[in-house]
């Protein structure tokens, strides 16, 4: 049964950071390609960063230079970094494996 469970979100000021964690369980995170989508509020879901399997990074124009997007294939856990956040980095994140959400964690960032 697979299984995705994201942590850390929280509130941040302006320019500050926060590190969410999403822990994988019902597959070998090793061996796949995984990602961190968020949802706005009123908006659709975009795809914020992905890292594959040989470690291979991409990220959403919007958060190029301020987030990174890193894995711990022996914890079996993806991280997103995310430094310098802006206020409209404010969303719920996710993480997604092939057709598997998690339930998402809040993100906001406001003074």
């Known amino acids: 049964q697979v299984q995705l469970v994201e942590s850390g979100g929280g509130l941040v000021q302006p320019g500050g950071s926060l590190r969410l964690s999403c822990a994988a369980s019902?597959?070998?995170?090793?061996?796949?390609?995984i990602g961190w989508f968020r949802q706005a509020p009123g908006k659709g879901r975009e795809q914020v960063a992905t890292?594959?399997?040989?470690?291979?990074?991409n990220y959403a124009d919007s958060v190029k230079g301020r987030f990174t997007i890193s894995r711990d294939n022996a914890k079996n856990t993806v991280y997103l970094q995310m430094n310098s956040l802006k206020p409209e980095d404010t969303a719920v994140y996710y993480c997604?494996?092939?057709?598997?959400w998690g339930q998402g964690t809040q993100v906001t960032v406001s003074s």
């Open positions: 997604v494996w092939s057709h598997y």
């Open positions: 019902g597959f070998t995170l090793a061996y796949y390609a």
């Open positions: 890292i594959t399997s040989g470690g291979s990074t």
